[in-house]
C-alpha cells in the first residue's frame, strides 16, 4: 500500500493518488494492521500526502494571486498542524496573504488564533507587530489599534498596548 502511493505521487496523478488514499483509509483491517504491525507508517504516510497537496493548494492559491484563498488555507493547515514551528509559520504566511488580499479583519482573526494557540509567541508577537505596523502604513488605524491591542493584552507585550492607546487617542478615542 505504502509502495502504491509513492508510485501514484511520484507519478502526479492527484485522481488517483485521492481515490487511493480515500480506499486505503475505508480499509479498517489495513490501517489497523498498519498501527499494530508497522508503526502506523502507511497513516503517516497518508497524512504527510494530505499535508502536500494542502501545501499545493496555498500554492497555486498564490501563483494566482488569490491571496484570500492562500491565507485562508494557511490559517487551516496551523489549525490542523502538531508542529508548533510549522503552525506559527503558516499562521505568520496567513496573516502576511491576508495583508496582500486587503483583509485586515482575516489578519485580525489569524493573529487571535494564533496567540489562542501560542499565548506570548515571541514570533507570534513579532508577525503581528509586523502587520499593524503594515496597517498603519496604510492608514486603516482603526485595525491598526486592535491588533496593537490584542498584542497588548492577549501577547503580554506592554509596549504594544502603550501603541493602541496612542493610536486610539489620535483618532480621538481617548
Sequence with gaps: A??????????????????????????????????????????????????????????????????????KGYEEFAAGSKQKDLAEKAYANAISSYIKAGDPNGTDHAAGQWLKRFPKSPKAVEAIRGAATQLLVKGDFEQTGRMFERLGGEGGDADSLETAARIYEGMGDS
Excluded: H, P, V, Y
Excluded at 481515490?19 to 494492521?33: K, S
Excluded at 508497522?38 to 491571496?67: H, P, T, V, W
Design 2 to 71: 505504502r509502495l502504491w502511493l509513492q508510485i501514484l505521487a511520484e507519478m502526479q496523478d492527484t485522481d488517483d493518488l485521492k481515490d487511493a488514499m480515500e480506499e486505503l483509509r475505508e480499509n479498517q483491517a489495513l490501517m489497523a494492521a498498519d498501527k499494530d504491525l508497522a508503526s502506523g507508517k502507511l497513516g503517516a504516510q497518508l497524512n504527510d500526502q494530505d499535508a502536500r497537496a494542502k501545501i499545493g493548494s496555498i500554492a497555486q492559491d498564490e501563483k494566482e494571486r488569490d491571496f484570500a484563498s492562500a491565507a
